[in-house]
C-alpha cells in the first residue's frame, strides 16, 4: 500500500535554503499561516519553493487578509508561480484584518477569481474544534464542499479516530479525499512547545487524559508516530494520504509521493531529524 506524502512547513527564517539543501523537488510542500507570520511571509517562501522546483501548497487564513484586492494579489501571484492548489482556514487571529471571518467567503472567491482552476484543501477536525460545534464544523464542510478538493485533519494522534471521522465525513455526505495530519518524528519538547501554535493542543490535551497512552506516545526524547502508520494502513480507502507536520525538523523525510512506501515513510517518520531549527 501506498500513500502520497505531503510536508507541511513553518517559513520561519532560513527554511527555503534547508528545504533545498534536504528535500527532494519530488516533495509536496504545504506552507503554513502562523498569525505572527501573516500571509506574506507565507506567499513568499511558497513562491521561492515553487521557483525552485517544488509543487508547493501555500496555507491562506481567511482572518489574516485585508480585502478582496489583497485577495486577488494572493490569486494571481499563485498563478504567476505555478501555483495551482491553496489550504484554505478560518486562522487563529482573534479579529480579522479585514472582511474575511471563515474559510467560506474566501473559496468563493478564489474560485471566482481563478475560474475554478485553483485547488483548495480545507480542514477538518477528528477530535472536535476548540471554539466550535461538531455539528457546525460538519455543516461548514457541506457549505464548503462543492469549492474544496479535499479535507486535511488536525494533527491526530489516533488511527481509529481518523478513520472513524472519514466515515462520518462519508455518511453524513461530504465526500472530499480525507489527508491525514500526522506528527512526523521530531523531538518531543518541540512537539509540546510548537502545539498551540499550529492548533493542536487540544490533541495534546486530549493525550494527557489518556495516562498510559500518553506516557507510550510522549516517553523519551522523541516522539515516534510508527504505530499510528500502522493503524492507516489498516484499512484500504479510508484515507487518501498523509500530511506530515515536519515541524521543519528535515533532516530524514520521505522521498516524495512517487517513492513514499509505507516502509521508507515509516523508517523516515521513526527516524526524523536530528536538527532542531
Given at each position: ?7 507541511e512547513?513553518?517559513?520561519?527564517q ?11 523537488t ?16 507565507t ?5 521561492e ?7 508547493v ?5 481567511a482572518?489574516s487578509?485585508?480585502?478582496?484586492a489583497?485577495?486577488?494579489?494572493i490569486v494571481r501571484g ?8 491553496v ?8 479579529q480579522p484584518?479585514g ?10 472567491d478564489?474560485?471566482q477569481?481563478?475560474?475554478?482552476i485553483?485547488r ?20 461548514g464542510?457541506l ?6 478538493s479535499h479535507v ?6 489516533s ?8 466515515a ?6 461530504v465526500?472530499?479525499?480525507?489527508w491525514a ?9 518541540k ?7 499550529i ?13 498510559p497512552?500518553?506516557r ?7 516522539y515516534?508516530?510508527d ?10 480507502g ?9 515541524f521543519n525538523?528535515?533532516d530524514t523525510?520521505p ?5 513514499a512506501?509505507?516502509s521508507?515513510?515509516q523508517t ?9 531549527n
Amino acid at each position: 500500500m501506498m500513500f502520497p506524502v505531503r510536508i507541511e512547513i513553518i517559513p520561519s527564517q532560513g527554511i527555503v535554503e534547508q528545504v533545498k539543501a534536504l528535500v527532494p523537488t519530488t516533495t509536496t510542500l504545504s506552507v503554513t499561516c502562523l498569525p505572527h507570520h501573516g500571509i506574506e511571509r507565507t506567499m513568499r517562501t511558497a513562491v521561492e519553493l515553487s521557483d525552485a522546483g517544488y509543487k508547493v501548497i501555500p496555507h491562506l487564513a481567511a482572518r489574516s487578509i485585508r480585502s478582496r484586492a489583497e485577495l486577488t494579489e494572493i490569486v494571481r501571484g499563485c498563478d504567476a508561480a505555478g501555483i495551482r492548489e491553496v489550504f484554505v482556514i478560518g486562522g487563529d487571529r482573534k479579529q480579522p484584518a479585514g472582511i474575511y471571518d471563515s474559510a467560506l467567503p474566501v473559496l468563493e472567491d478564489i474560485a471566482q477569481y481563478s475560474s475554478g482552476i485553483m485547488r483548495a484543501g480545507v480542514a477538518g477536525y477528528p477530535e472536535g474544534h476548540p471554539l466550535v460545534s461538531p455539528l457546525e464544523v460538519l455543516d461548514g464542510l457541506l457549505a464548503k464542499q462543492h469549492l474544496a478538493s479535499h479535507v486535511v485533519t488536525q494533527m491526530c494522534f489516533s488511527a481509529g479516530k481518523i478513520h472513524d471521522y472519514a466515515a462520518l465525513l462519508r455518511r453524513e455526505g461530504v465526500h472530499l479525499p480525507v489527508w491525514a495530519g500526522v506528527a512526523g518524528s521530531v523531538p518531543r519538547t518541540k512537539l509540546v512547545a510548537l502545539s498551540t501554535q499550529i492548533g493542536v493542543g487540544s490533541s495534546l490535551k486530549f493525550l494527557s487524559r489518556k495516562g498510559p497512552l500518553a506516557r507510550k506516545l510522549l516517553s523519551g526524547d522523541r516522539y515516534s508516530p510508527d504505530s499510528l502508520i500502522t493503524g492507516l494502513e489498516s484499512r484500504p480507502g479510508s484515507i487518501a494520504g498523509i500530511h506530515l507536520y515536519s515541524f521543519n525538523s528535515l533532516d530524514t523525510l520521505p522521498a516524495g509521493p512517487d517513492q513514499a512506501t509505507p516502509s521508507a515513510l515509516q523508517t523516515a517518520l521513526i527516524r526524523g531529524a536530528a536538527r532542531d531549527n
